[in-house]
């Protein structure tokens, strides 16, 4: 299988299933990565690194984090960004799959990145339908903290874990060769 195919699609799907926390948190980190040239969009895509998406995307994160602090409101924002997330994370893994058959690029997409975020959205709906039931929109706030905190670490990981998994392996690779190199000098010295 090759290297790119599965770098993508670990990326694509870490910020699928973030959007699932926050729709527009991982398009703003996408957006900025790739801007910074780490987040490699396809063909088509490259509207993702402009100055207009970042903007863009960076107001209606600020919008949507601070409505989710509003109880009862966080309820109904949640009916309107489940489709959205569904969307977000269909784009995103879209945006990134090295796939050459448009069709069989965003069906995978819908499959594989909307119905992550559709799984964690899930997930989030519930927990602040029992957070509203439980204490009566009081405890809401707490549950939007850590789905933003869940939003941002998991966007941010899903970008740099790829390069962190790089720089793991080319120091192993120097710890390998410095370690073992030494070994071997040193059986000839004797």
């Not at 069906?107 to 559709?118: D, I, N, T, V």
């Amino acid at each position: 299988m090759d290297k790119e195919l599965i770098t993508a699609v670990a990326i694509g799907i870490g910020l699928s299933a973030s959007c699932g926390f926050r729709v527009f948190v991982p398009m703003l980190v996408a957006s900025i990565a790739a801007k910074m040239g780490i987040f490699p969009v396809n063909e088509g895509f490259q509207w993702l690194a402009g100055w207009p998406a970042i903007i863009s995307f960076g107001t209606a994160t600020i919008a949507e984090i601070l409505a989710y602090y509003i109880p009862f409101i966080d309820n109904l924002l949640d009916t309107i960004t489940t489709p959205m997330a569904v969307g977000g994370g269909t784009l995103l893994l879209t945006s990134v799959l090295p796939i050459d058959n448009e069709f069989l690029k965003w069906a995978a997409g819908f499959l594989f990145g909307g119905g992550a975020a559709a799984t964690i959205q899930g997930g989030t709906v519930l927990t602040r339908l029992a957070s509203t039931k439980l204490t009566a929109g009081a405890g809401n706030s707490v549950v939007a903290t850590g789905e933003h905190a869940a939003a941002f670490g998991t966007s941010v990981l899903a970008v740099l874990i790829p390069l962190v998994f790089a720089a793991v392996v080319i120091l192993l690779i120097i710890y390998l060769i410095t370690k073992f190199g030494r070994r071997i000098l040193n059986r000839k010295t004797i």
